[in-house]
């Protein structure tokens, strides 16, 4: 542990978030480093800071349904309801979440019907004893450029 980014890493981040497909030659020129030292730094970076590489598509362009659900869970049973929802094929995204949620799904279903029965499964899960649903309409920001916090952190910015 301990271990931080550099100001390379935090370039050589934004430019695969622009575009992750960029050759290695490319990023180096722009770099004004090494191919060589720009696939270590990817390397190292994804082994050591868990960087993944995604193809990211929108739901509603396919013609699905994208919402949040939150849930809440009573006593003990926090960890059964995880396992159930995790094992959901609609989840995409689930987390543990602070508030007046216990946890925080990102669901993907292919109509209301389906979403319906989705919601069955959720409540039929032993524990959970709330669901709210949150439809995305439309996204109106999304931007996973985030790395530059890293260097500012524990600046007081």
């Known amino acids: 542990m301990g271990q931080t980014l550099d100001e390379l890493d935090i370039h050589l981040l934004d430019l695969l978030q622009a575009d992750a497909r ?9 770099l004004d480093v090494s191919d060589q030292t720009v696939r270590n730094r990817i390397d190292r970076l994804v082994h050591r800071f868990g960087v993944k590489f995604i193809v990211d598509i929108d739901p509603a362009e396919l013609g699905l349904l994208f919402l949040y659900v939150a849930v809440r869970v009573q006593g003990t049973s926090l960890e059964r309801a995880i396992e159930r ?19 925080i799904a990102e669901v993907i279903c292919r ?7 989705v ?33 500012r952190q ?4």
Do not use: C
């Open 22 to 30: 960029t050759p290695f030659v490319k990023l180096a020129s722009e």
């Open 154 to 157: 524990g600046s007081g910015d």
């Open 119 to 151: 919601l069955d499964d959720y409540r039929a899960i032993p524990g959970i004893v709330h669901v709210d649903t949150f439809n995305i309409l439309q996204v109106e920001k999304e931007n996973w450029r985030f790395s530059g916090l890293a260097m």
């Open 111 to 117: 109509d209301r019907h389906h979403l319906m029965r």
């Open 85 to 103: 929802l995790s094992s959901l094929p609609e989840v995409a995204f689930l987390s543990r979440t602070t508030g007046g949620y216990d946890l």
